[in-house]
């Protein structure tokens, strides 16, 4: 009914990039800005990635200029390209709805070695 399905983690060298996608049900997809978080081991969640349903995306610092996020409508599909990875980046991802707090999913692992 209404889930969230992180995928495309993994292990990745410094420097190395990885794309995460989150297939969302429609209820959590539509008319909402949607977002990508993080949780290191010994952290509290963190915003990596907002974009609005029109498209307009928004970082923190942290990932500015490293990250992209976008969105593809019709699938109801969050996407996240990670680019110049650092070990800092290294955390469990997930993908909710920005205003509204959905049940967590699963999440997917990214692993930045150096």
Not at 3 to 20: C, D, I, T
Not at 73 to 93: H, I, R
Request: proline letters at 3%; charged letters at 15%.
């Amino acid at each position: 009914q209404e889930q969230l399905v992180e995928s495309g983690g993994g292990l990745v060298q410094a420097g190395g990039s990885l794309r995460l996608s989150c297939i969302a049900s429609g209820t959590i997809f539509s008319g909402n800005s949607m977002a990508w978080y993080r949780q290191a081991p010994g952290k509290q969640r963190e915003l990596v990635a907002a974009i609005t349903g029109g498209g307009s995306a928004h970082y923190p610092d942290s990932v500015k200029g490293r990250f992209t996020i976008s969105r593809d409508n019709g699938k109801n599909t969050l996407y996240l390209q990670m680019d110049s990875l650092k070990p800092e980046d290294t955390a469990v991802y997930y993908c909710n709805a920005y205003y509204i707090k959905y049940d967590w999913g699963q999440g997917t692992q990214v692993t930045v070695s150096s």
